[in-house]
């Protein structure tokens, strides 16, 4: 069994950054692919981003591509998500996930366990 906690989250001003952290326990997650998602008031969940087992593959959301960085540190079980030039429309609870596949995915229904998430407001 895998937890996942995300930290990071907060209130900040539009243009600002943030990183969102999510580290892994029970087990190793280095095999594993990551993702994080987010949903936001009166809104399905959404894809963000994903990165495969290695760091090597990312995958972003049309709405964060070229502002949102995933990345991992394998040997800390974290994956971390680099925000910057927030918008209010980013505004939204950020969960983390993990897929027992190593190929990053879009897909929720690929990911096996998920955070508890951590609020993210983007004030205009």
């Known amino acids: 069994q895998v937890q996942l906690v995300e930290s990071g989250g907060g209130l900040v001003q539009a243009g600002d950054s943030l990183r969102l952290s999510c580290a892994a326990s029970g087990r190793t997650v280095s095999s594993y692919a990551m993702g994080w998602f987010r949903r936001a008031p009166g809104k399905e969940r959404e894809f963000v981003a994903a990165?495969?087992?290695?760091?090597?593959?990312?995958h972003y959301a049309d709405s964060v591509k070229g502002r949102f960085t995933i990345s991992r540190d394998n040997a800390k079980n974290t994956v971390y998500l680099q925000m910057s030039g927030l918008k209010p429309e980013d505004t939204a609870v950020y969960y983390c996930?993990?897929?027992?596949?190593?190929?990053?995915?879009?897909?929720?229904?690929?990911?096996?366990?998920w955070g508890q998430g951590t609020q993210v407001t983007v004030s205009s």
């Open positions: 996930a993990a897929s027992r596949t190593c190929s990053s995915s879009r897909y929720p229904r690929r990911y096996d366990y």
């Open positions: 990165i495969n087992w290695s760091g090597g593959v990312t």
